[in-house]
């Protein structure tokens, strides 16, 4: 049982070779990437719980935000004022976007690169399709527009332009790597 993902991991491996050698770029512009946020020496976690536990040690910023979880359903619950309300949820949405990224990564790490792909596409706009769908119920059309216009300038215009600025600070002359690019 322990093998087959080791016949998996070497199987994928030996695609990304095969992809490699046969770039037309050639293999000198091209430096494998690691797969894990271990390094070589660390080992990874024995068991779910263990590895559970090291995502929550690692990240103590992002999981004493957590707590804004129960505090956003207890100010609704409670009634008290929309600002605590919106405030309390506002924060609890950042290690949640957190849980759901690391999540899927995690996964996508384990089932290989299409479906890890489809998984981090469909769950990394977790929160637009939220929003859509709450604004579609209560008949909020011009927000649920909004959203998904917002959801698409930030993602073409915001990250791939800060990708460029940033990239185009330290590399005056910025290449690609068509493999990377086909991914």
């Known amino acids: 049982c322990i093998g087959a993902p080791i016949a998996m991991a070497s199987a994928m491996q030996a695609q990304k070779e095969l992809r490699r050698t046969n770039s037309k770029l050639g293999s000198s512009q091209y430096q494998p990437v690691p797969t894990s946020m271990h390094g070589e020496g ?24 957590l707590i804004f979880v129960p505090l956003g359903f207890g100010a609704h619950l409670m009634h008290l004022g929309d600002t605590y ?19 899927t990564e995690d996964v996508a790490a384990r089932i290989g690169e299409t479906a890890g792909g489809l998984l981090n596409a469909t769950f990394g706009n977790v929160v637009e399709m ?47 790597n068509q493999a990377g690019a086909a991914t």
């Open 85 to 103: 309300v919106f405030t309390f949820n506002f924060l609890a949405i950042i290690p949640l976007a957190w849980l759901i990224g690391k999540s």
């Open 42 to 65: 660390a080992s990874a976690p024995k068991s779910d719980l263990e590895g559970f536990a090291s995502i929550f040690g690692d990240n103590k910023i992002l999981t004493s935000l």
């Open 130 to 176: 939220l929003l859509c769908i709450a604004g579609i119920r209560n008949n909020e059309i011009g927000v649920v527009q909004c959203t998904l216009l917002g959801s698409i300038l930030s993602n073409l215009l915001l990250v791939m332009g800060c990708a460029f600025l940033f990239g185009g600070l330290y590399f005056p002359i910025q290449t690609y």
